[in-house]
């Protein structure tokens, strides 16, 4: 079965820390995985979006990761923020589907305090 | 930029009433989409559309109708309301990018609807 599973479900850090947040997937065949901003009471926002080949990709102070072994993928935000709490989301598309095959994962929900 | 416009943002329902959720996106988008988001669930998605006239069922289509006459809008009908459609839901809207459709997928507002 195809599943997006996120953790932690929560977490809160200190302003200016460093976090990651962890995407394991059972999709398959894999084509990419994308991470999602998504403010309270607002629609998600595209961060990444990572094919087979791409183990690595940054926007910002957002770094993604993709090991496409053993399916996982990290969330890594650098020197956090007030504006980074949030949720976010990871949504994994599986190969030869159209956009209606995509899988969300449930988030997770990032609190930073000043 | 507009991008994705859902109206209306919030909206109360009593049981049995019909209604629609307007989606309209200016991007010139291939690929429209809805989905409903509730507490401590992914998204799940209802209806898409892959281009003006197709249409087709996501994961939860019951209770729902779309169509999609032009590029542009992609309205949701509810066609009698049940407490369990009280939910937030999310139009979506991309290009569709070659087979590993790698397309953006741009999300509105919201809409979120109670039905009592």
């Known amino acids: 079965k195809n599943q997006v599973e996120q953790s932690p479900q929560s977490l809160i850090i200190l302003e200016g820390k460093n976090c990651t947040l962890q995407c394991n997937y059972t999709v398959s065949p894999f084509s990419n995985l994308r991470w999602y901003k998504q403010d309270t009471g607002r629609g998600p926002v595209s961060l990444t979006i990572?094919?087979?080949?791409?183990n690595t990709k940054s926007n910002g102070r957002y770094t993604a990761t993709l090991d496409a072994d053993t399916k996982q993928s990290s969330l890594h935000i650098t020197a956090s923020q007030l504006s980074d709490s949030a949720s976010y989301i990871c949504?994994?598309?599986?190969?030869?589907?159209?956009?209606?095959?995509?899988?969300f994962g449930r988030g997770t929900q990032l609190t930073v305090w000043p | 930029n507009a991008g994705v416009t859902q109206t209306p943002k919030f909206q109360v329902l009593k049981t049995g009433q019909s209604m629609t959720l307007q989606c309209a996106q200016d991007m010139n988008h291939e690929y429209m989409s809805w989905y409903r988001q509730d507490p401590g669930m992914g998204l799940r998605l209802i209806h898409y559309?892959?281009?003006?006239?197709?249409?087709d069922q996501g994961e939860v289509p019951n209770g729902y109708n779309v169509s999609r006459s032009t590029t542009e809008d992609f309205p949701l009908r509810l066609l009698s309301a049940a407490p369990s459609q009280t939910s937030v839901y999310f139009c979506a809207s991309s290009y569709v990018l070659g087979g590993d459709n790698t397309g953006e997928l741009f999300f509105g507002e919201g809409s979120r609807l109670t039905v009592l």
């Open positions: 949504v994994v598309s599986a190969r030869g589907s159209t956009l209606g095959r995509l899988y």
């Open positions: 559309s892959v281009g003006a006239g197709i249409t």
């Open positions: 990572m094919t087979f080949s791409e």
